[in-house]
């Protein structure tokens, strides 16, 4: 059985930097209010800034133009006057690794507060399946938070990133895979059954805490399901959190997507271990800031997500108390394998186990089948980002290839 009784540690993490803005900023990811101040401040006529920015919109986020040149309804006067100003940049690609189940991740690089010092990374996700396209998006570099069984948890809270990085992660991702309207795809890339593009989800479940970097979010979720450029429906992009209390009613009702809860535990005791923050906000008052979030539903649960952990909680017990505590809401329950990382205290509960545990939940009518872990043999699965990745060693290299091939 595996310990969880640790000295305290601390809630939550300050940044360690702010965010630099570039001489030249790119215009991804700015609010179509933001666009039309960006190009009323280089001289275009308030008259014509609508129709400007409804072409600039289509061109950067249905064709995936990456330079103005390429936007032939714009004129070559106007493309100077931007290319002066602007840039449609992404965050640069330092690496990208594809698992033998096809996962997909991209290792990327964002500025850093002071010039000359080493450039900060964070790792977004692609994981492809017969009936959706997911992209896993990261919205720190580091995270606020310390949770015990997340490698992500473990390294330090640099900064925030900003609406253009989150939704930069997105561009990055439709560019490799070329998913724009008119690129080719990428070799051995399909769509999902019934679709027409290969990323068809988004989930806010990459590095970082959502709710701890509300407004970059929140204003980035709004291009990304903007109906006229990325076009991702509110009800394909899932905000996850570790349970930030104070903020999950304003997420509802400012960002309105699909909410998941990083759950993990069905009692207070256990929960301040795994996810520390519970000692702010302990688990009843998570489930009523649940049962109150906006718009939740029969037709929009909310995703309450448990790692299985071997010995920790993972009892029969465990998963009659899950049904219990989560009595009224509606609810489904996402049951995740634990996926190991080097130097993690954890271990993945047996699958018999983890069988009979989800048995009980799914008869109860919260559960969504157990899903295969994807990615491990990258680090690409859930809880397993970190920006240091490459700096794995062979023989860890070696022995997540070889599990994730016997899985």
């Known amino acids: 059985m595996t310990s969880v009784l640790e000295p305290d540690i601390a809630l939550e993490k300050t940044p360690l930097e702010r965010y630099v803005p570039p001489a030249k900023p790119s215009l991804v990811g700015l609010t179509r209010a933001a666009l039309a101040e960006a190009l009323g401040a280089v001289g275009v006529a308030p008259s014509q800034q609508k129709m400007r920015v409804q072409q600039l919109w289509h061109w950067i986020y249905v064709r995936g133009a990456q330079d103005f040149a390429q936007m032939t309804s714009v004129s070559k006067e106007l493309h100077a006057v931007l290319d002066a100003h602007y840039t449609l940049a992404r965050p640069e690609v330092v690496a990208e690794q594809v698992?033998?189940?096809?996962?997909?991740?991209?290792?990327?690089?964002?500025?850093?507060?002071?010039?000359?010092?080493?450039?900060?990374?964070?790792?977004?996700?692609?994981?492809?399946?017969?009936?959706?396209?997911?992209?896993?998006?990261?919205?720190?570099?580091?995270?606020?938070?310390?949770?015990?069984?997340?490698?992500?948890?473990?390294?330090?809270?640099?900064?925030?990133?900003?609406?253009?990085?989150?939704?930069?992660?997105?561009?990055?991702?439709?560019?490799?895979?070329?998913?724009?309207?008119?690129?080719?795809?990428?070799?051995?890339?399909?769509?999902?059954?019934?679709?027409?593009?290969?990323?068809?989800?988004?989930?806010?479940?990459?590095?970082?805490?959502?709710?701890?970097?509300?407004?970059?979010?929140?204003?980035?979720?709004?291009?990304?399901h903007d109906g006229d450029g990325l076009a991702i429906s509110r009800r394909r992009i899932t905000l996850s959190t570790s349970g930030v209390v104070p903020m999950i009613e304003r997420a509802g009702a400012e960002i309105g997507v699909m909410l998941a809860v990083s759950l993990h535990a069905v009692r207070d005791e256990l929960r301040d271990k795994l996810v520390p923050l519970n000692r702010k906000y302990p688990i009843a008052e998570l489930l009523e800031a649940c049962r109150n979030y906006p718009g939740v539903s029969n037709a929009r649960r909310i995703t309450f997500e448990y790692v299985m952990l071997k010995g920790v909680n993972d009892s029969l017990e465990d998963a009659k108390a899950l049904v219990r505590l989560l009595k009224g809401i509606p609810a489904k329950i996402n049951l995740i394998p634990f996926n190991p990382w080097p130097g993690s205290q954890y271990e993945c509960s047996d699958w018999d186990q983890i069988e009979k545990f989800s048995e009980i939940v799914f008869n109860a009518g919260y559960a969504s089948p157990v899903r295969t872990p994807r990615g491990r043999d990258i680090l690409a699965a859930c809880g397993q980002l970190k920006s240091a990745t490459e700096k794995l060693s062979a023989r860890e290299r070696m022995a997540l290839r070889a599990m994730a091939m016997t899985d």
């Open 99 to 224: 698992s033998v189940d096809g996962t997909r991740k991209w290792l990327l690089r964002l500025p850093g507060e002071h010039a000359g010092e080493r450039p900060h990374e964070v790792e977004c996700v692609y994981i492809p399946e017969s009936d959706r396209g997911t992209l896993c998006v990261s919205s720190q570099v580091g995270c606020t938070l310390t949770c015990s069984f997340c490698h992500t948890g473990t390294q330090r809270l640099v900064r925030n990133l900003t609406p253009g990085e989150i939704v930069g992660q997105i561009m990055v991702a439709r560019d490799r895979l070329g998913d724009y309207a008119g690129m080719e795809r990428a070799q051995g890339v399909g769509v999902p059954t019934g679709g027409d593009r290969c990323i068809s989800n988004i989930v806010m479940m990459g590095m970082g805490e959502p709710l701890y970097n509300f407004d970059a979010v929140r204003d980035a979720l709004a291009v990304v």
